[in-house]
């Protein structure tokens, strides 16, 4: 049963649009994290000097802390975004292909 | 089973008794603690009420669904907050505000690298672990492919991660204890495993997850007081603090610098990996994906998780910098009461030491009773993911081959919660004397190495057959393992030879890679009917990956 639902599914362009739309939504953001994470992780190795600098003259604030407290927040933001997208967007078109699925196989 | 449980409560409040009692015979000499009453009374109260849940849910575990996950009945909000706790053991709270105290921006960095994960982990894996996973993640690796051979190899690289970790956080707890409560290692240690132990077996999953949410929110609300409290002593300002931080502290002005800990950058890369891919392979955090009723769930949990951590992480941060000028400017909290040697009961008691500076004895007492309390939580969940390795993949699909009862599966699951329970027993008082910083590094190391190659080549590569699994996750754990043992913390700190033969610190960056190349060349030259099977049968389990359909639910078994 499961197997000629899966079958239905798979066949469904519907199922093409969520998952190169989800998929390309997700690792769009992905790449953002790990692309600011490890470009940081490369400033501190290369360039630590700069991270120690203060964001503007005489502020006790670094640019290091800054970016950081900057990523802490951006990140979370991120996932926020995610969640929101994928459990309406998405959901609604994965339930719309499982109702699909079910009319088919009748 | 009635009867069972009383005596098991009976048993963990007894254990908690004991331990109050045992605190004036105390004979250390060294470090003779005065008995913390208020620490040890409010330590009390959290294991009453705890031991009251467990009741409750004992009442509630009936099937393995039960045991393991809560029945999938946990909601996104709950499952957030028991991961954050889950996350933030006492080794965070203690090791990081020590570590911006001691080295100040490396702290924070080592930070973001441990948050970095869940970002990550919410976009590539939560849907697809709770769409695919039931109870454990090798549900997923064992998906289409061999399930003998695989699980057991995911069992093996899970128990190896659980026991550096379990042992890694005993011996911590011992000496955590021996020193905030005043009371002898060797008791710290059992009361730590019994009442382990009783949560685990009794209550299961539904235990196990209150005392995490539990504990979560004491340890949330305990570092915000102390932080508030402590920066009202410089109006609020970060620039205040920061300004006169740097002016005490030995580093100067390079206090909000990258330092010495991330000097090359193979370390700092490796360092990166290995905390981020390391918290996407944990076992016991990775079990906490089956708890909640969906997809849409799994992925508010993250949401809520990611928010506590960075969230806690700067409260964290603050905590360390105000302790430089509070902490560090007290003659009090030095040994001799010599500012700038040696913090009295060792460098990681600045958060403890600052919330007696700004709290008195009642906040100590509450922080110390909310260090002991994370410790018991992170050690319940690591115990219940290590006893699942066991009953669930090792007992029920790989020696019974699907054909054990539920009844049976959760018998052999609690023997294992007492066998692990008496493992960490004894080997915590074995290794009290030891090194064992290098543990948790290890077992992250694994974690990365091991698990998280495997697993996410499971999901979304449709090349992966039996030979290349095996051929990856062991490689990776042999890798991480050799690795670690070479390098300077095992190698020079722990065997004492004089140079480490590998010379990085963090596994990640080598043996990441020799795991997904291993398991990429070995799924290639796998030309044999099986391995063609199991590509084909990567289509269905796409679907179900993408869609939920088919996944375990809160209601239906399969």
Redesign the interface.
């Known amino acids: 049963m499961s197997s000629e639902m899966y079958e239905h599914m798979r066949n469904n362009p519907k199922f093409v649009k969520l998952v190169t739309k989800r998929g390309r939504f997700a690792w769009t953001l992905a790449f953002i994290v790990l692309g600011m994470f490890y470009g940081f992780v490369l400033l501190v190795a290369f360039r630590p000097a700069l991270l120690g600098r203060p964001i503007w003259q005489g502020s006790m604030v670094t640019i290091g802390v800054a970016f950081e407290l900057f990523m802490f927040i951006f990140f979370w933001l991120l996932t926020a975004l995610y969640v929101k997208k994928a459990n309406g967007e998405f959901d609604e078109l994965t339930q719309d292909l499982i109702k699909d699925a079910w009319k088919e196989n009748k | 089973m009635r009867v069972l449980n009383r005596l098991g409560l009976a048993l963990g409040l007894l254990a908690a008794t004991v331990m109050a009692h045992a605190g004036p015979a105390l004979d250390g000499i060294q470090e003779k603690q005065a008995t913390n009453w208020h620490a040890i009374i409010m330590f009390l109260l959290f294991v009453a009420l705890t031991m009251g849940i467990t009741y409750w849910a004992a009442g509630r575990t009936k099937s393995t669904s039960d045991f393991y996950t809560a029945g999938g009945g946990i909601t996104g909000f709950q499952n957030g907050l028991a991961i954050a706790g889950d996350y933030m053991s006492a080794a965070t709270l203690l090791g990081l505000s020590a570590m911006v105290y001691g080295q100040g ?1 490396d702290g ?2 080592y930070m ?2 441990f ?2 994960g ?3 982990i ?3 894996m939560a ?1 697809r672990l709770r769409n695919l996973g039931r109870f454990t993640f090798s549900d997923i690796t064992a998906y289409r492919l061999d399930q003998g051979s695989v699980r057991t190899m995911a069992a093996i690289s899970s128990l190896t991660v659980v026991c550096f970790y379990l042992l890694a956080q005993m011996v911590g707890a011992g000496q955590l204890i021996k020193l905030l409560f005043g009371l002898e290692y060797t008791v710290a240690i059992f009361a730590v495993g019994i009442l382990m132990m009783v949560y685990v077996i009794f209550g299961g999953m539904v235990a196990t997850t209150w005392v995490q949410i539990i504990k979560a929110c004491m340890l949330l609300v305990g570092g915000t007081l102390v932080a508030i409290l402590a920066m009202s002593r410089f109006g609020f300002s ?3 603090v ?2 006169q931080a740097t002016a005490v502290h030995k580093l100067g ?2 206090l ?4 010495s800990l ?1 000097a ?2 193979v370390t ?2 490796s360092l ?1 990996l290995g905390l ?1 891919f390391g918290t996407a392979g944990l076992p016991h955090i990775l079990m906490r994906f089956f708890t909640v009723t969906n ?2 769930e799994a ?2 949990s ?2 809520y998780a ?2 506590f951590v ?1 969230y806690f ?2 409260v964290i941060f603050l905590l360390g910098l105000t302790g430089i000028i509070i902490v560090g400017q007290n003659a009090s909290f030095f040994e001799g009461g010599k500012i700038g040697g040696k913090l009295i009961g060792g460098g990681n008691m600045v958060a403890m030491h600052l919330a007696k500076a700004v709290g008195g004895n009642l906040l100590l007492g509450f922080l110390a009773a909310v260090a002991f309390a994370t410790i018991l939580a992170v050690v319940s969940g690591l115990a219940l993911a290590g006893a699942s390795a066991i009953s669930h993949d090792l007992y029920a699909r790989v020696i019974m081959k699907g054909k054990a009862s539920e009844t049976t599966e959760i018998k052999v699951s609690r023997i294992a919660v007492i066998c692990l329970g008496f493992i960490a027993i004894v080997l915590g008082i074995l290794f009290e004397k030891q090194n064992i910083a290098f543990m948790v590094g290890l077992a992250f190391g694994v974690a990365a190495a091991a698990n998280f190659p495997v697993l996410i080549l499971s999901m979304y590569w449709k090349g992966l057959t039996t030979r290349g699994a095996l051929w990856g996750g062991y490689g990776g754990l042999v890798s991480a393992v050799v690795f670690v043992v070479l390098s300077k913390s095992v190698w020079v700190d722990v065997i004492g030879r004089k140079a480490a033969l590998f010379p990085y610190g963090q596994p990640a960056i080598f043996a990441m890679p020799i795991a997904f190349l291993l398991a990429f060349i070995f799924s290639k030259i796998d030309g044999s009917e099986r391995a063609k099977q199991e590509i084909e049968a990567f ?2 389990q796409y ?2 990956g ?5 996944a375990a639910s809160a209601t239906t078994k399969h």
Request: no cysteine.
């Open positions: 921006y924070y960095i973001l690298a948050f970095a869940w970002p990550i919410l976009f590539l849907e970060y620039s205040n920061v300004q002005p390079k909000m610098y990258p330092g991330l090359d950058p700092a890369i990166g981020m997809a849409k992925r508010k993250v949401l990611s928010g960075s992480f700067n289509e269905d679907v179900r993408q869609t939920g359909f088919g």
